[in-house]
């Protein structure tokens, strides 16, 4: 870790007056966020059912990417998609699932290690680890052959 702990993060958030806001840190850019269209908000707001996905989706791969440098595996790419459900539940509206699926690229000496350091990083995924709802990681893993599933998906 290049810093010592704890580590503390701020954001800023300021409202609109058409029912947006604005988050700001120091030294990012602004997202503006509100609701999405299904609770009445707007299609182009960054919401924050989709910035948790997103940062499900970021810490999974930054994770994996510090493991994979200290274990000396090149990924050569990494694209994802995360995707969740948000339904009524007893204890009221809450995501129910989070998927996130993985195509991650490797030369084909690396594979079989790629597949040990995923499962690390599903482990270690600061982010999924803060949610109650399991987060599900389907990699795909691609080589000189082409795409291949690395893993049946399981659970975070």
């Keep these: 870790m290049p810093w010592p702990f704890p580590h503390h993060y701020d954001v800023t958030l300021k409202a609109g007056t058409d029912a947006s806001g604005a988050l700001t840190s120091t030294g990012r850019p602004p997202i503006v966020g ?10 182009e707001w960054w919401s924050p059912e989709h910035l948790l996905l997103s940062s499900v989706g970021l810490c999974l791969m930054t994770t994996l990417q ?7 595996v090149p990924i050569t790419g990494h694209d994802s998609r995360v995707s969740g459900t948000l339904d009524k539940t007893a204890a009221g509206l809450a995501f ?51 795409p291949v599933l690395a893993s049946s998906a399981r659970q975070a």
Excluded: Q, Y
């Design 34 to 43: 509100g609701a999405p269209p299904e609770f009445d908000g707007r299609a």
């Design 66 to 72: 510090a493991l994979a440098a200290r274990a000396r």
């Design 96 to 146: 129910t699932g989070i998927a996130v699926t993985a195509c991650m690229a490797v030369p084909e000496e690396h594979r079989s290690r790629l597949e040990t350091l995923i499962e690390s990083a599903k482990k270690h995924c600061i982010i999924s680890n803060a949610l109650k709802v399991p987060v599900i990681v389907k990699p795909e893993v691609t080589g000189v052959s082409g």
